[in-house]
């Protein structure tokens, strides 16, 4: 009889599960978090389409009529109905530069987050799970590495590679520089995050368990103990890709970023800025806007899905 029962019971799939889950619930009772998430995915979905969504591409010479600088959007008059965003200084396209910059954005953003979680998570864990003298020393290196800025790790990486492999190596190399330069200088909020999280986890039964069975702690950390710290490093990847993207593109403002001709967010607004004053405004307001929306939906994103994943908040 126990096993008919048994053989009865049907165990739900992942969608059914996903489908009655209170992240789901919670998505569609928040139509803030709908429309961001809608914007987000148009602008994904532009940035990675951008060599068929553009116009033009404006790293092709041949496709830049310099004549054809700083003429308005559509709406102003003097436009040309072929560029509709208007012509930055360069006399390339605006509407393209924007999809080809967000792109390049995008990958800084997501691929120096990705940096972060592997170094920081990685440094968490050991840090919370072997204590003592691990723990001290890696957190003194996140206290360390915290007391730099961003800018002040862009401006020693940039100059020691301009310095032994020059200017023009760094403006080739501008994306995975950044990646490195930005991944470097934010991972210790990953580490204290997930090292919270496991000092937590660790006096738990399971991971006594665990160690009794004699699993090596290396297993111990990544295949127990990381998976239930998962829901604050979402939370926080959230908010660390829109201040990745802030950063490049302040660091490109800046100039020690991406070269003007290979646009960014950041490089499109530096570019704009020197001709507000002349009329120009839109070579800047424009890719600025763009920047506002995309960080602003990114980090609306990431305050629902803190509160989701808030156990308590959680109402059944």
Same mark, same amino acid.
């Given at each position: ?54 116009? +033009?591409?404006?790293?092709? @010479? %041949?496709? $830049?009529?310099?004549?054809? #600088?700083? /003429?308005?959007?559509?709406? !102003?008059? =003097? &436009? ?55 723990? +001290?020393?890696?957190?003194? @290196? %996140?206290? $360390?590495?915290?007391?730099? #800025?961003? /800018?002040?790790?862009?401006? !020693?990486? =940039? &100059? ?75 939370? !926080? ?80």
């Amino acid at each position: 009889m126990r096993e008919n029962v048994m053989s009865d019971t049907i165990v739900p799939g992942r969608w059914a599960r996903f489908r009655d889950s209170y992240l789901l619930y919670s998505f569609k009772r928040d139509l803030i978090a709908q429309i961001s998430l809608v914007i987000f995915a148009l602008l994904i979905f532009a940035a990675v389409f951008a060599p068929w969504l553009a116009p +033009a591409n404006p790293y092709d @010479l %041949a496709q $830049i009529d310099i004549l054809a #600088s700083e /003429l308005p959007p559509f709406w !102003i008059d =003097g &436009a040309d109905p072929a560029y509709l965003m208007g012509t930055d200084a360069q006399g390339r396209d605006l509407l393209s530069t924007i999809l080809y910059g967000a792109r390049v954005s995008l990958i800084i953003g997501f691929g120096a987050v990705l940096m972060q979680a592997v170094i920081g998570v990685s440094f968490g864990l050991m840090a919370g799970y072997l204590g003592g003298r691990v723990d +001290a020393f890696l957190m003194r @290196l %996140a206290d $360390i590495q915290l007391s730099f #800025s961003t /800018l002040m790790v862009a401006i !020693i990486v =940039g &100059a020691l590679v301009k310095a032994i492999f020059g200017g023009a190596t760094f403006s080739e190399y501008a994306v995975p520089l950044l990646v490195l330069i930005i991944g470097l200088a934010e991972w210790p909020q990953y580490a204290r995050t997930v090292r919270a999280s496991v000092l937590a986890e660790r006096s738990k039964e399971y991971v006594d368990a665990a160690r009794v069975m004699g699993l090596k702690s290396r297993r111990i950390m990544f295949r127990h103990i990381l998976p239930n710290t998962l829901s604050p490093i979402f939370v !926080i990847s959230t908010v660390q890709v829109a201040n990745a993207i802030i950063s490049e593109a302040a660091l490109s403002f800046l100039g020690l970023g991406m070269p003007e001709t290979h646009p960014s967010l950041g490089s499109l607004i530096k570019s704009g800025f020197d001709y507000i004053q002349s009329g120009s405004w839109w070579i800047t307001l424009i890719p600025g806007a763009v920047l506002v929306i995309l960080v602003l939906v990114i980090n609306l994103l990431g305050d629902w899905l803190r509160d989701v994943l808030n156990p308590r908040l959680y109402k059944g």
